[in-house]
């Protein structure tokens, strides 16, 4: 992890965000998840510029991982009026996230295989 909040995808990272989204994450939430792994902590437009991507993406992103538990956010008051600024992070080192999405992986393949091995039968029993 880069104590900067700037952080510009190498070639490291678009690999790890095809394998993600390979696995069926979407691309925008991997951007962002990546992006966040890569700053101590950082503002939503921040990652905008960074994993290139627009700010409804950025919203949209940051609720799923929120709502997964993967992100914190703690607001940053501004000088005199106006809406606070949104810093984020993670809650997790990333390996441990990878650790939890796996399980959540393997957990679809054993319902799949059992869903097959149902069908398997149900074909038999005809």
């Known amino acids: 992890m880069r104590n900067t909040r700037s952080y510009k995808f190498n070639s490291q990272d678009e690999k790890i965000i095809k394998v993600f989204t390979e696995l069926g994450m979407p691309r925008n939430l991997v951007k962002t998840l990546i992006?966040?792994?890569q700053v101590e902590e950082c503002r939503s437009a921040e990652i905008?510029?960074?994993a290139n991507l627009r700010q409804p993406e950025?919203?949209?992103a940051m609720q799923q991982l929120q709502k997964r538990g993967w992100i914190s956010r703690r607001d940053l008051k501004k000088k005199g009026k106006g809406r606070p600024v949104h810093i984020y992070k993670l809650?997790?080192?990333i390996n441990?996230?990878?650790s939890t999405f796996e399980k959540e992986k393997i957990k679809e393949i054993e319902s799949i295989k059992n869903d097959l091995d149902q069908l398997k039968n149900l074909i038999e029993g005809r």
């Open 91 to 93: 809650t997790s080192p």
């Open 48 to 50: 905008e510029h960074g």
């Open 35 to 37: 992006y966040i792994s």
């Open 96 to 98: 441990k996230i990878v």
């Open 58 to 60: 950025v919203s949209v």
